[in-house]
């Protein structure tokens, strides 16, 4: 079982930045794909971007590409998504995602306001 725990949401006008932290009680942190994904009420929940492991490969959304930048800190067994040039259209909960061996953990997410 990995338990996974967002921080870093909360409200920012557009155009400036928030960096969301999400870290994962897992001894096998360097195993697991992790990623970060958003949810609008009433809409499905999208990807925003993922590292897979091993290789650290990033994956982007296209609507975030250039202003997002997911990153990993193994000795803290934290992810990180920093997102810069905020738009009133990022605002959405995010989710922290974990994934290995056909299993799948998400976090309870955290609210990003973005106001224009």
């Known amino acids: 079982q990995v338990q996974l725990v967002e921080s870093g949401g909360g409200l920012v006008q557009a155009g400036g930045s928030l960096r969301l932290s999400c870290v994962a009680s897992?001894?096998?942190?360097?195993?697991?794909?992790m990623g970060w994904f958003r949810q609008i009420p009433g809409k499905q929940r999208e990807l925003v971007a993922t590292m897979s492991t091993p290789g650290g490969i990033a994956n982007y959304a296209d609507s975030v590409k250039g202003r997002f930048t997911i990153s990993r800190e193994y000795d803290k067994n934290t992810v990180y998504l920093q997102m810069d040039s905020l738009k009133h259209e990022d605002t959405a909960v995010y989710y922290c995602?974990?994934?290995?061996?056909?299993?799948?953990?998400w976090g309870q997410g955290t609210q990003v306001t973005v106001s224009s």
């Open positions: 995602r974990a994934w290995r061996a056909g299993y799948e953990y």
């Open positions: 897992s001894s096998i942190f360097n195993l697991l794909g």
